[in-house]
C-alpha cells in the first residue's frame, strides 16, 4: 500500500475509544509482516497499545493514537483531501510515521521505535499504562502526532474535565416552596463560573472554558432533586489554581468531581521547522518516561472531531518528510 492507500485502510476500521482491538491486531500484523518486532501491551480487555521497534534499545520512537472520538465516518477521497474519521486524527499521522519509520529503516536507522496508543480521547489510559513499560526508559525523545499543520509545537496546553454537581429537594411543581431545585442552583453558579476571569500565561495564553454538558430533573412536574455539569477547561497554569477558583463559586451549593487532569506542556524547539503553541492537549503529560517531547503532525485540529473531519494529501507527503528530518537531527544529537 501507498501512503493513501494505507491512510485509507485505517480509516475503514472503526476505532472509537473503547473499541481500538482490531486496529490494534491490524497495525501489528502490518509491521510484522514489514519486519518489525512487535508487541501488544494489554490496557483493559479488548484494549492494547502497540510497541514496535527495530533494535533492543530504541531511543527515538515515532508516536500517536489510534482511538478516535465518534461516530464512525466511511472514509472517502478526492484528488487533494482524504476524508472519514480519523483522517487527520489521528489515523493519517500514523501511516505518515510509519512511512517515514520505513524509510529511514532502508536508510540503515535503527534506533528507532514506533508506540500507538489507545484512550487518548478520553484519558489517556493507554499513554499511563505505556508510560510503565520497560522500553521507556530506553528512549530519549518522543515524536507525538496530532494534527498541528505540520508546525512544531512548542508547548500545549493542559486539560482539566470535572463534574459540577448539585442536590435538592423533589416537590410538586404546583408547591415550589415545598422543594428545592438543583437545577437552579446549578445554573446560579455556572452563571458565576461564566462571569469569571480565569488566568493567562504568557507563553500558553489565555485559559479557556467549556460548560459541555448539562443535565438533571425527573420531569417538568417535579422540583428537579439533582443536576450536574461537564466542564472542560484548557489549562494554562497549575490545576490547582483553576480548581481553587472553581471551589470558590460553588462553595456550599455543590461538589465538585474531578474526572482528568493533564498538565499544559512545553516540548522541545528544533531549528527549521515552522512552530507554535496549540491549545489543546495530548498524550504527552502522561508519557513523561519516554523522554523528551516534541509534536508535530498533519492536518488541521479545527476540522478534528467534526463531520467534515480530513486530512490534505500533500500534508501526509510533507509530514513523512518532517519525520525524518526530525528523526535525523535527534538522532546527530544523540551521536554527539
Not at 472520538?69 to 500514523?94: L, M, N, Q, S, T
Not at 486539560?159 to 437545577?183: D, F, N, Q
Not at 508519557?287 to 467534526?306: E, F, M, Q, R, Y
Request: hydrophobic share 40%; aromatic share 8%.
Amino acid at each position: 500500500m501507498n501512503l493513501f492507500e494505507l491512510t485509507l485502510e485505517l480509516i475503514k476500521i472503526p476505532s472509537i475509544s473503547g473499541e481500538e482491538e482490531t486496529i490494534g491486531f491490524f497495525l501489528k500484523d502490518y509491521l510484522t509482516e514489514l519486519g518489525w518486532t512487535t508487541e501488544l501491551q494489554p490496557v483493559s480487555e479488548k484494549r492494547n497499545n502497540l510497541i514496535a521497534y527495530l533494535n533492543d534499545s530504541p531511543e527515538i520512537f515515532l508516536s500517536t493514537h489510534m482511538d478516535t472520538v465518534p461516530p464512525f465516518i466511511e472514509p472517502h477521497e478526492d484528488e487533494e483531501k482524504i476524508y472519514g474519521r480519523g483522517a487527520c486524527d489521528a489515523k493519517g499521522i500514523i501511516a505518515a510515521q510509519i512511512f517515514a519509520a520505513e524509510n529511514l529503516r532502508k536508510q540503515g536507522f535503527t534506533n528507532l521505535g514506533l508506540l500507538f496508543t489507545v484512550d487518548e480521547e478520553l484519558s489517556s489510559q493507554g499513554a499511563k499504562i505505556a508510560n510503565t513499560h520497560p522500553i521507556a526508559k530506553k528512549c530519549k525523545y518522543l515524536i507525538n502526532g496530532e494534527p498541528t499543520d505540520n508546525y512544531l509545537a512548542i508547548g500545549s496546553k493542559g486539560s482539566l474535565r470535572l463534574l459540577i454537581k448539585t442536590y435538592g429537594k423533589a416537590a410538586h411543581s404546583a408547591y415550589p416552596e415545598e422543594g428545592e431545585s438543583a437545577i437552579e442552583k446549578l445554573l446560579d453558579i455556572l452563571q458565576e463560573i461564566r462571569q469569571t476571569k480565569l488566568p493567562s500565561d504568557d507563553f500558553f495564553g489565555e485559559t479557556t472554558l467549556n460548560i459541555g454538558t448539562i443535565s438533571g430533573g425527573l420531569k417538568t412536574n417535579i422540583i428537579p432533586p439533582f443536576a450536574e455539569a461537564g466542564l472542560h477547561v484548557r489549562l494554562t497554569t497549575d490545576e490547582r489554581e483553576i480548581l481553587k477558583i472553581l471551589r470558590s463559586k460553588v462553595r456550599d451549593k455543590g461538589e465538585i468531581e474531578v474526572l482528568t487532569i493533564a498538565k499544559p506542556v512545553k516540548m522541545l524547539a528544533i531549528e527549521g521547522f515552522n512552530q507554535k503553541v496549540v491549545r489543546f492537549t495530548t498524550d504527552i503529560p502522561h508519557l513523561d518516561n519516554w523522554g523528551k517531547p516534541l509534536l508535530l503532525g498533519p492536518g488541521s485540529i479545527l476540522v478534528a472531531h467534526t463531520d467534515k473531519e480530513f486530512v490534505r494529501k500533500q500534508d501526509l507527503i510533507e509530514a513523512v518528510s518532517l519525520y525524518e528530518t526530525l528523526v535525523k537531527k535527534l538522532n546527530r544529537e544523540l551521536e554527539k
